[in-house]
Nanobody, 117 residues
Framework: QVQLVESGGGLVQAGGSLRLSCAAS????????MGWYRQAPGKQREFVAVISDGGNTNYADSVKGRFTISRDNAKNWVYLQMDSLKPEDTAAYYC???????????WGQGTQVTVSS
């Protein structure tokens, strides 16, 4: 089993920054892919960023150049540095762990980010 616990959300003005953290515990594998997704009210959950065990990253077009994902493999933490925040970034942000074999996804309970204009 895997447990993911997010922290770092809050209320920030447009143009500000926040850093989200996700602590992973349990049967973590070095090969697991870690990522962040978000869900705004009335919308489907959408991809934000992902990082592989080797440090390769991928971002949604909407956050490229503003958000940075990183991970600490020794401590099983993953981070999302969010800069130049916009009101449209307002959402619940979820940490994810994706395992290829067996194919399984784990999710945290989410942390709320609210960006005021």
């Amino acid at each position: 089993q895997v447990q993911l616990v997010e922290s770092g959300g809050g209320l920030v003005q447009a143009g500000g920054s926040l850093r989200l953290s996700c602590a992973a515990s349990g049967s973590i594998r070095r090969s697991d892919t870690m990522g962040w997704y978000r869900q705004a009210p009335g919308k489907q959950r959408e991809f934000v960023a992902v990082i592989s065990d080797g440090g390769n990253t991928n971002y949604a077009d909407s956050v490229k150049g503003r958000f940075t994902i990183s991970r600490d493999n020794a401590k099983n933490w993953v981070y999302l540095q969010m800069d130049s925040l916009k009101p449209e970034d307002t959402a619940a942000y979820y940490c994810s762990l994706k395992r290829a074999t067996p194919r399984v996804d784990y999710w945290g309970q989410g942390t709320q980010v609210t960006v005021s204009s």
